[in-house]
């Protein structure tokens, strides 16, 4: 069974330009989440998407956004980039029941530079 | 937001030693849990506790859930070359609710 896939893996960007991840959540989940794992930062939830709607989101500005695809897939796109939006971004998705037990499944993450 | 203190930020430790990592909070959670981060992966879970005073083991590693909710710990023993990578701690603030709140991570590092 294939797992949370990201794309791109690795991006090189400019301050002011736009950005557009994309994640594709374990089959049958239809949960995704963004995560921001900025250097020694740990990880800062983004945004929480499930049946195509935004559930919630972080402490983050609106340049920030995303959706959800009918088939689950997932964007994540940011706008107006800064110095320090460089971080890598991790998707995780997980079978949302109504109870959320913990156990989110991880991609390897875009790692996104801006310059 | 909700802030966990996870300590310490790095170990470096001989093989076969024993690892004790904490996590603290202000805050009362209902869920702890443990991932570990391996480089060039995402974080992949490792223990999951729901109840105040819960001790859980997986293999060389155990975890409690503190009786105050507001923390955790997570002990490996004898150490091997593969547990390097970092450990996160998590919580959820409510029962149902999606987000985890994630430690600062500690790293750690296993000598041969």
């Known amino acids: 069974e294939a797992g949370v896939t990201q794309s791109p893996t690795h991006l090189i960007k400019t301050r002011g330009q736009q950005v557009t991840l994309r994640c594709s959540p374990i089959?049958?989940?239809?949960?995704v989440y963004w995560y921001q794992q900025a250097l020694g930062l740990g990880l800062q939830f983004l945004l929480w998407?499930?049946?195509?709607?935004?559930?919630n989101r972080g402490n983050f500005p609106p340049r920030f956004s995303g959706r959800q695809f009918p088939n689950y897939s997932s964007e994540l796109n940011v706008n107006a980039l800064e110095l320090e939006d460089s971080a890598l971004y991790l998707c995780?998705?997980?079978?949302?029941?109504?109870?959320?037990?913990?156990?989110?499944?991880f991609g390897e993450g875009s790692r996104l530079t801006v310059l | 937001g909700q802030q966990l203190n996870q300590s310490p930020q790095s170990m470096f430790i001989q093989e076969g030693e024993d690892v004790s990592m904490n996590c603290t909070s202000s805050?009362?959670?209902?869920?702890w849990l443990w991932y570990k981060q391996e480089p060039g992966e995402g974080p992949v879970l490792l223990i999951a506790?729901?109840?105040?005073?819960e001790l859980t083991s997986n293999g060389r590693l155990t975890a409690q859930f503190g009786i105050t909710r507001k923390d955790s710990f997570l002990n490996i023993s004898a150490s091997i070359p593969s547990d390097v990578g970092i450990y996160f701690c998590?919580?959820?603030?409510?029962?149902?609710?999606?987000?985890?709140?994630f430690g600062t991570g500690t790293r750690l590092t296993v000598i041969p």
């Open positions: 995780a998705s997980s079978y949302w029941v109504g109870t959320n037990t913990g156990e989110l499944f």
């Open positions: 089959s049958g989940h239809t949960s």
């Open positions: 998407y499930d049946e195509g709607e935004e559930r």
């Open positions: 805050s009362i959670f209902n869920t």
């Open positions: 506790l729901y109840k105040a005073g």
């Open positions: 998590a919580a959820i603030l409510q029962t149902g609710a999606n987000n985890l709140f």
